[in-house]
């Protein structure tokens, strides 16, 4: 079930992020960058929740994945997913799929004529997920600075 987020979901978003950047950034980010993240140091402070730019995917009641996205911020006239993970033991469900849908119809809706992502240039995961979903890479490129590391990014639009 996809559903906006609210302040309550502070502490599960936390734990999916935690899980997903563990999981998905593991050889591509410093490990010691890795092993210091905690469900606690990784969750949004509750008043951060904007429920009208954050969903969330809920299995039998448990928060296994989320969305953030909003005005694009090299682009305001494209939306941007700023964030999107869901936890690894539920790959392949189709919850990152729903979230990624959840996106689209909310940006269509606000008047958007598409939406870009930034992904690591070495997460291939990731990179066949936006593909997947319709999204191409635009050949833009930068690099994400993290714990003193520079990693490149790279960018995929959709546009409807």
């Given amino acids: 079930m996809i559903r906006?987020?609210?302040q309550r979901d502070a502490a599960a978003i936390g734990r999916v992020y935690c899980g997903g950047w563990k999981a998905a950034y593991d050889g591509l980010m410093p490990d010691?960058?890795?092993?210091?993240?905690?469900p606690e140091n990784c969750a949004p402070k509750p008043d951060h929740i904007a429920p009208k730019r954050r969903f969330v995917?809920?299995?039998?009641g448990e928060v296994v994945g989320t969305v953030t996205f909003g005005e694009g911020r090299e682009d305001a006239a494209m939306a941007e997913i700023q964030s999107l993970y869901v936890l690894p033991e539920h790959w392949r469900e189709g919850q990152g799929s729903a979230l990624?849908?959840?996106?689209?119809?909310?940006?269509?809706?606000l008047g958007y004529p598409g939406l870009y992502v930034w992904t690591l240039a070495g997460n291939a995961r990731a990179k066949a997920f936006f593909e997947a979903m319709g999204m191409t890479a635009t050949g833009e490129n930068r690099e994400f600075e993290i714990a003193g590391s520079y990693l490149p990014e790279v960018q995929y639009q959709l546009n409807w």
Avoid at 32 to 38: E, H, R, S, W
Avoid at 100 to 109: D, G, I, L, S, T
């Fill in 32 to 38: 010691f960058f890795l092993n210091a993240l905690t």
């Fill in 57 to 60: 995917t809920e299995l039998d």
């Fill in 100 to 109: 990624f849908r959840a996106v689209c119809e909310k940006a269509k809706e």
């Fill in 4 to 6: 906006p987020a609210e």
